[in-house]
C-alpha cells in the first residue's frame, strides 16, 4: 500500500486530518456520482457499470497508486476508445480488453517506464484531447436534444446524421438539456452556492423536474437501461480465449497508452496543487491493479481525473483516506438510492459531458497557442487533432509522435555543425605564438552535436570537401556527446575516400563513450591507432611530423630519379 505509506511518512495519517479527508472524499463522491454513469452511458455501458468503476478503481488507485491524492475512475478521454471496442467487440470485448490493459500498465510500472510515457509532446497530448472534447460533444446531440438512433460509423457520417435530424428535435428534451447546460453555468458563478457540485446541482434539480412533470417523450435512465440494481457486482472471470487476445491487443494498447497518460498528467497537476512528488512507476502499478480489477467486478477502463482529483485536493483532501470514503461513499448510493436513479433523464447526463467536453477541449488554451506556439508545433497540433476527430485516436497519437519526433531530428540535425579552426582561435587552442605561422597543409575541423543518422550528411560533406592543398584533417571530437551505428559507418566511408585522396586523417579528444564506440565498430584500425589522440595539441605535433617524414621520403624519390637521368 504505497499511497498509504507514503502519507504515513508524511504524517497525514493522524487523526487531525480524518476530518477533512472524510469531508474531501465526500464531496468527491457527490461530484463523481453522475460523471461516473453519464461516461459509462457513453462509453455504451451500462451506468451501473460506471458506479462500479468509480468504486473498484477509485479504491485501487488510492491504495496502490503512486500519489496519495490521486482519485481514479471512468473518464472523458476513454469514451472515444471504449465505445469504438463495444461497438466492435462487445461489452465481454471490452471487458478483456480492459484487463489486458491493466496487465500492460502493470508491466510498465514494474519495467520503470513511467518517465517515457512524460515524453509525448504537449502539442500532440493538446490535439487528441481537443479532439476527444469534440468527439464527446457531438456524440451527446441525440440524447440533448432527442435525436433518433445515430447512424454512420465515421464521425463525418454521425454529424451529417444529427444535423439532418436537429429541426426534429423534441422539445421537452431539449428545454431540459439547456436548463441543466444553465445551472451547469450558472451554479459556480454564485458564490453562496459555488461550493456546491453543479453537475450533482443539476442532475437532482432536472431529476426532480422531470418527475412532477413526467414528460413522455424524455427519456430517463429507467426508461432506456432498466433501474439499476441495488447491490454490489459480483466477482466474474471473463471468457478469455487466444483469438480474443490477438483481436484485442491493438484496443487494450490504446486503453493502456491513454491511462497511462492521463493518470500521469493528473499526478502532475496533483504535485503543482500539493508540493509533494508522485512515483510515476508506482502510479501505472496502481492503475494496472486497477483496471486488471474493474472489469472483474463488472467495471470499465479507468485512469486517474484530473477534475476529481483536483476536487479532491481544494476541499482539504491530503491522503487516500479521502479515495477511499469517495468509494465507501458510492457503495452506499448503490445499496440505499439505486431504486432512484432510474428517473435520471439522460439529457441531464448529455448536458453535464458537454461541460466535460468543453473543458477538455482548453479552447481558450487553444486560443492562446494559435498565437504563441511555432508552427512546427502548430501543424502538429492540427494533425493530431483532425485525425483524432476524422480517423482514430491511436493513429493521431501514433503519428503526433512521429511527426514531433522527425521535428525534433530535423532541429537537433540543423543544430549539428562542423567548424574550421583556423587563424589566432587555432594558435590558441595549439599555445603557439601569434607571430608563429601555422602550417597550411592541415585542417582543423571540430564537430558539434550529436553525430548520428540525422547529422551524417551535413558532417560528411564538410570532411570530404577539404580543397585539394590541405595533406591531412584532425577531426576533434570534444564536442560530441554520443555517436550512433549509422554516423560511425559514415564515417568510416568518408576516412576511406580521404585516404584514397591521400589525405591523412587524425581523431582527438573524443569523449570515454564515444572512445568506446569507435574502437568498438573497429575505426581504430581503420584510421590506425597512431592517428587517435587524447589532446589537439599532440594530434597535430604528430600529423606535423608524419607530414615532414612523409616529404623527406618524396624528396630523397625524386632526388635519386635526377642522379638516375642520363
Not at 430517463?220 to 471473463?238: E, K, R, V
Not at 497537476?269 to 463488472?298: C, K, W, Y
Not at 582527438?508 to 568498438?520: D, W
Amino acid at each position: 500500500m504505497i499511497a498509504l505509506l507514503e502519507a504515513g511518512r508524511a504524517g497525514f495519517l493522524g487523526r487531525k486530518y480524518w476530518l477533512n479527508n472524510v469531508l474531501a472524499g465526500l464531496v468527491v463522491g457527490v461530484v463523481a456520482l453522475p460523471l461516473a454513469m453519464a461516461f459509462a452511458i457513453a462509453s455504451g455501458v451500462k451506468p451501473e457499470q460506471g458506479l462500479y468503476t468509480a468504486i473498484v478503481a477509485g479504491l485501487a488507485v488510492s491504495l496502490f497508486g503512486g500519489s496519495r491524492v490521486q482519485i481514479a475512475g471512468p473518464t472523458g478521454a476513454f469514451i472515444v476508445i471504449l465505445s469504438g471496442v463495444v461497438a466492435q467487440h462487445g461489452v465481454a470485448g471490452l471487458q478483456i480488453a480492459t484487463l489486458m490493459a491493466g496487465v500492460i500498465l502493470l508491466l510498465l510500472g514494474l519495467l520503470r517506464l513511467g518517465a517515457v510515457i512524460r515524453f509525448i509532446p504537449d502539442p500532440v497530448i493538446v490535439g487528441f484531447t481537443a479532439g476527444i472534447g469534440v468527439i464527446i460533444w457531438v456524440g451527446q446531440w441525440r440524447d440533448f436534444f432527442g435525436l433518433p438512433a445515430v447512424q454512420g460509423q465515421h464521425f463525418h457520417e454521425k454529424l451529417w446524421f444529427l444535423l439532418h435530424n436537429l429541426p426534429s428535435l423534441d422539445w421537452a428534451t431539449t428545454l431540459l438539456g439547456m436548463l441543466s447546460l444553465a445551472i451547469l453555468i450558472v451554479v459556480p458563478k454564485i458564490p453562496s452556492l459555488a461550493r456546491l457540485p453543479g453537475p450533482l446541482v443539476a442532475l437532482v434539480f432536472i431529476t426532480l423536474l422531470q418527475a412532477v412533470l413526467r414528460f413522455e417523450s424524455v427519456a430517463t435512465i429507467g426508461s432506456s437501461f432498466g433501474a439499476l440494481p441495488s447491490g454490489l457486482p459480483a466477482f466474474q472471470w471473463p471468457q478469455i480465449t487466444l483469438t480474443r487476445v490477438v483481436e484485442l491487443i491493438g484496443p487494450a494498447f490504446a486503453i493502456a497508452m491513454l491511462g497511462a497518460i492521463e493518470s500521469l498528467l493528473s499526478a502532475v497537476v496533483a504535485d503543482s496543487m500539493t508540493g509533494s512528488r508522485h512515483d510515476s512507476n508506482q502510479e501505472l502499478v496502481g492503475q494496472g491493479i486497477a483496471n486488471v480489477l474493474s472489469p472483474l467486478f463488472g467495471g470499465i477502463a479507468a485512469t486517474g481525473a484530473i477534475a476529481r482529483t483536483a476536487t479532491n485536493i481544494r476541499n482539504g483532501g491530503n491522503s487516500p483516506i479521502a479515495g477511499v470514503v469517495h468509494a465507501i461513499f458510492l457503495v452506499l448510493v448503490l445499496l440505499l438510492l439505486a431504486p432512484l436513479a432510474a428517473y435520471i433523464p439522460l439529457t441531464v447526463l448529455a448536458a453535464i459531458l458537454f461541460m466535460v467536453a468543453w473543458n477538455m477541449s482548453q479552447a481558450k488554451l487553444l486560443l492562446r497557442l494559435q498565437r504563441r506556439m511555432p508552427r512546427a508545433d502548430l501543424f502538429i497540433l492540427w494533425v493530431t487533432f483532425a485525425l483524432t476527430v476524422f480517423a482514430d485516436l491511436v493513429v493521431a497519437v501514433n503519428i503526433g509522435v512521429i511527426l514531433a519526433m522527425l521535428y525534433v531530428l530535423k532541429r537537433t540535425s540543423d543544430g549539428v555543425q562542423v567548424r574550421a579552426l583556423e587563424g589566432r582561435r587555432l594558435q590558441r587552442a595549439l599555445d603557439v605564438s601569434f607571430s608563429q605561422e601555422l602550417r597550411q597543409d592541415i585542417s582543423v575541423l571540430t564537430l558539434e552535436g550529436p553525430y548520428f543518422f540525422a547529422s551524417v550528411e551535413a558532417v560528411n560533406r564538410a570532411l570530404l570537401s577539404v580543397p585539394d592543398p590541405i595533406r591531412a584533417v584532425v577531426v576533434r571530437l570534444n564536442y560530441v556527446p554520443f555517436v550512433d551505428a549509422t554516423a560511425m559507418q559514415a564515417l568510416e566511408s568518408a576516412l576511406t575516400e580521404l585516404e584514397q585522396r591521400n589525405v591523412m586523417v587524425a581523431l582527438c579528444e573524443a569523449n570515454e563513450k564515444v572512445t568506446r564506440k569507435l574502437i568498438r565498430m573497429g575505426l581504430f584500425k581503420q584510421i590506425h591507432a597512431q592517428r587517435v589522440f587524447d589532446s589537439l595539441q599532440t594530434a597535430w605535433d604528430s600529423v606535423s611530423a608524419t607530414l615532414d617524414h612523409r616529404s623527406g621520403q618524396d624528396n630523397g624519390a625524386a632526388s635519386l630519379d635526377v642522379q638516375a637521368a642520363p
